[in-house]
Each structure stands twice: as structure tokens, then as C-alpha cells.
């Protein structure tokens, strides 16, 4: 399977609790993007990555959110102290530098009690 | 304001309709323009990239209006298969280029 993988499928977590999500991009792609989707509603941007670099970071998102990509290859999202409110689908995309197709992993679901 | 704007509808239309799909963005540096396509519970999808030119792809039609800032997407001949949500992103110019923006989405569901 050469598209985007994400890991786990599915988290069900205690509030307060960290979790970390990885998503292996398709390997070619220099790009990588973490979204977020609630039910009703667009993926909201997070953060992407142009191979190691985060080149941008949603204004939005608190400080509990980080996100990596050391080797330019795969990526970990890692929420701290999760609140009820992070309920949600964590999805990955990739793609090609100055390419604009993106290609989505299968997401993350998350489910914090 | 969004930066990225749509009716999430729902529309719901009989097979064989044409219905048609609005999109306002709000950052007039905005370089490029899609739109995705969404199915229940699944992953979005590329559908179609949006010119000044317009461009059609079979049934579907896209038109992009950079005055106005506004995209829409034409559906002609409805299908079943067609009811998703649909999905307008916006590539934001400038020192964000390649930050990709996605709208609210708008539901379509065609019935029999």
C-alpha cells in the first residue's frame, strides 16, 4: 500500500491524558499536513511540513498541540493534557512541493472521555 | 469572517438535476483554487482544480470569479453516486502558499 497510513485508527483516551498520532506520507511527497475535522464541519488546517521544516502553524491551535517531522518523513501530532474538546478526526495529507493534489490518510479518530 | 465560506446546504435533489455550489474566500492573495469531494465517513478527494478560465470535467463544471472572489461548482445530469459533501479549498498566496483552506462543505444528496 503506497498511500498516506495513518496510526492509530482509532484512540479512546481519559481527559488530561497525551496522545500521539504518526502518519506515514506517500514517500515521494515533501509536503505534509495535519488537519482536523469535527462532524459538520471542513478539515481545519493545523500544520504542514516541507520535508523536517513546519513552515506554518494554525494561529489557532493551543500550545498543547506540537507536531514533528524529523527526517522529512514521517510525522507524530501529540496533544497534551487532552480536553473534551479535542474530540475529533485528526487527518493526514501529503503531497508533492508546488503540488497542490492532496492525498489524505484515513485519520485519526479521536475520542477523548 | 471564514476565510473560506460555503452554503452547507443540504441540497437535495432528484436524479437527473442540475445543482450548483457557492464559495466566497476572504484573502484576496489566494493563488489557487479546488474543489474536494467527501464521502460518509471517508477520506476528502481531490474532485477538481478551479481555473479563471473555468473547466469542466463531464458533468461537472467549475468557474472562478477572482473580482468577486468567488468559486462555484456546476453538477449537471445528477447521479446517486454524486450525493457526497463538497468541499471548496483555497491555496493562500504570499508567505502562506501552499496553506490549503477548506470550507465548511456542502451536502448534496440526490434521491431517486
Known amino acids: 500500500d503506497t498511500g498516506v497510513s495513518q496510526n492509530p485508527r482509532h484512540k479512546i483516551t481519559k481527559r488530561g491524558q497525551n496522545v500521539t498520532f504518526r502518519c506515514d506520507p506517500i514517500?515521494?511527497?515533501?509536503?505534509l499536513y495535519w488537519y482536523r475535522q469535527t462532524l459538520g464541519q471542513g478539515p481545519e488546517f493545523l500544520t504542514y511540513?516541507?520535508?523536517?521544516?513546519?513552515?506554518?502553524k494554525s494561529r489557532l491551535l493551543s500550545d498543547r498541540f506540537s507536531a514533528e517531522r524529523p527526517k522529512g518523513s514521517f510525522s507524530t501530532l501529540e496533544i497534551q493534557r487532552t480536553e473534551q474538546g479535542d474530540s475529533a478526526m485528526y487527518l493526514c495529507a501529503s503531497t508533492f512541493v508546488d503540488g497542490e493534489k492532496l492525498f489524505f490518510g484515513s485519520g485519526t479518530q479521536l475520542s477523548v472521555l | 469572517r471564514k476565510e473560506v465560506e460555503q452554503d452547507p446546504g443540504p441540497f437535495n435533489v432528484p436524479e437527473g438535476a442540475t445543482v450548483a455550489f457557492n464559495c466566497t474566500y476572504s484573502?484576496?492573495?489566494?493563488?489557487?483554487f479546488f474543489w474536494y469531494r467527501q464521502d460518509c465517513r471517508k477520506e476528502p478527494k481531490l474532485l477538481m482544480s478551479?481555473?479563471?478560465s473555468g473547466n469542466e470535467d463531464g458533468r461537472f463544471t467549475a468557474q472562478l470569479n477572482r473580482a468577486s472572489q468567488y468559486i462555484s461548482l456546476l453538477i449537471r445530469d445528477s447521479k446517486l453516486s454524486d450525493s457526497a459533501t463538497y468541499l471548496c479549498?483555497?491555496?493562500?498566496?504570499?508567505?502562506?502558499?501552499?496553506?490549503?483552506?477548506f470550507g465548511q462543505g456542502t451536502i448534496l444528496t440526490v434521491h431517486p
Open positions: 514517500s515521494e511527497h515533501n509536503r
Open positions: 479549498v483555497v491555496n493562500a498566496g504570499g508567505t502562506s502558499y501552499g496553506k490549503l483552506t
Open positions: 511540513f516541507q520535508n523536517e521544516a513546519q513552515l506554518e
Open positions: 478551479v481555473y479563471s
Open positions: 484573502n484576496s492573495a489566494s493563488q489557487s
